[in-house]
């Protein structure tokens, strides 16, 4: 099977409010796909929707070939087995070690011995470069070695879906870059299809195979980094290359100048 999610017509929303309208979302096995977009467009309800954390109202997400709307609890539970997750800022557990917080999910999902737990935990601190960190605490770590450990959890159980929330919010661009290569790495080593929601253009655009734009709650644009990057359409160009005015005005509307500040208008 070669698409490892899809999305057909999925709407979603909170309450009376309308989030996602529309969505066709396809990710095929293997990839690793963007979703960009301003604060608010839905992205990160997208992440959960694949995640199995909310379901759809209308439409379909399918994972693996699952229906996650027809699914029991005991069968989602299952299918999270098969699926990490990097949350925003890494969500590291403040009172466990660096070295329990990526045994947590061995201990809770597997029943592999502690000697075969710990020699997996090193392995994947290895992989991120962390090995040496095992003994300490969250509040230890600078920012950029938070996420990598947080990358090592989530990669615990060789996952077969990753969703990354924003990977590379508030580190420098040593991490950065640090964490961008990682991200590809480990996804071609594990043979995984990952997804990540982010606002850093230029970084993800070295990595990722494929993007889709999302803009109020509709994919307004899709296609390879160097298809975005070409991109016509203005709001995709204005956000691609950082632009203080398009599309997105710079002044919030209200009234006109004048009326504000009760100037004279010659005639």
């Not at 299918?79 to 949350?87: K, P, Q, S, Y």
């Not at 879906?161 to 991200?183: A, K």
């Not at 203080?244 to 509307?253: I, M, S, T």
């Amino acid at each position: 099977m070669n698409d490892y999610v899809v999305i057909r017509d999925l709407n979603f929303g909170y309450s009376e409010r309308p989030v996602l309208k529309g969505i066709n979302l396809t990710v095929h096995k293997g990839g690793l796909v963007a979703i960009m977009g301003l604060s608010g467009c839905g992205k990160t309800t997208l992440l959960r929707l694949m995640g199995g954390q909310l379901q759809a109202r209308h439409g379909s997400v399918c994972v693996a070939g699952q229906e996650l709307n027809h699914m029991t609890e005991s069968q989602l539970y299952a299918l999270r087995r098969r699926v990490g997750m990097l949350f925003q800022f890494g969500a590291l557990f403040t009172d466990l070690s660096v070295f329990d917080n990526v045994a947590f999910q061995m201990r809770e999902h597997t029943d592999l011995s502690e000697s075969m737990i710990r020699d997996l935990t090193l392995m994947k601190l290895n992989a991120v470069g962390l090995r040496g960190v095992q003994g300490l605490m969250p509040a230890e770590l600078s920012g950029g070695m938070a996420r990598r450990v947080a990358l090592a959890r989530a990669t615990a159980l060789d996952p077969d879906l990753i969703l990354y929330d924003e990977p590379f919010t508030g580190l420098d661009p040593i991490s950065l870059g640090v964490i961008g290569r990682l991200i590809r790495e480990l996804n071609d080593a594990l043979g995984a299809t990952s997804v990540l929601v982010t606002h850093d253009v230029q970084e993800s655009m070295k990595i990722v195979d494929y993007i889709y734009f999302v803009s109020d709650g509709v994919i307004v644009a899709q296609g390879t980094p160097d298809e975005i990057r070409a991109s016509p359409l203005p709001f995709v160009h204005q956000f691609v290359w950082g632009e203080a005015d398009g599309p997105l005005p710079f002044h919030y509307p209200g009234v006109a100048l004048v009326e504000d500040f009760g100037l004279m208008v010659s005639s």
